[in-house]
């Protein structure tokens, strides 16, 4: 996964799940936009994870102003 933001990670998931949602999308390609979705949604789980952690370590004063 190349380093998007998660505005626009969470934007290419949600554009998956709509064209998933088209009668005119073929089996082929809800399965690869299932896939693309997947992949996009793990992505933004590690972000949010990642941001979690420091919001942790700042609240147990682990972390700096200047390390966020």
């Known amino acids: 996964m ?3 933001t998660f505005t626009e990670s969470m934007q ?6 709509s064209e998933i949602g088209k ?5 082929e390609d809800s399965l690869r936009l299932f896939d693309e979705g997947m992949k996009e949604a793990e992505y ?6 990642k941001a979690e952690q420091k919001i942790l370590l700042y609240e ?3 972390l700096k102003d200047a390390q966020l």
């Open 44 to 49: 933004c789980k590690e972000i949010l994870d």
């Open 2 to 4: 190349s380093e998007k």
């Open 12 to 17: 290419a998931l949600q554009n998956a799940a």
């Open 60 to 62: 147990n004063g682990e």
């Open 23 to 27: 009668q005119a999308t073929t089996l």
